[in-house]
């Protein structure tokens, strides 16, 4: 089964995308920060990242630039109330809009 990284210090919209996720057949790895992301994907070789850009450690534009600076060839979608970032593949708004999630990730060849 094909797994997701879910990345997001609000509790509450973690447990809506691995919700939303799991109804779609995927598993999900939860992070409340970016800081373990790095070691998360080198140990468990998730399909795809999803990060809010906005966080009080280590936010997603850090994290997205790490994971691209290591040249690590995972397909990136952010999420945030208020910004976009184009570094990602796709930039959603808060709430997910879950039907675009879902053709994003079969885009991106996860599903």
Known sequence: MRTVLIVDDDELSRLDVMSKL???G???IELDSGK???STIVN???SAL???LVMDE???FETINQIKKNSIPIPLFAMSSNETYLSAHKTFKKPVDF???R???VEACVL
Do not use: K, R
């Open 99 to 101: 039907a675009a999630l």
């Open 103 to 105: 053709d994003s990730l």
């Open 26 to 28: 995927l598993e999900s």
């Open 50 to 52: 999803i990060v809010d």
């Open 22 to 24: 799991a109804e779609l």
């Open 36 to 38: 373990l992301v790095m």
């Open 58 to 60: 280590q936010d997603g």
């Open 44 to 46: 468990n070789f998730p």
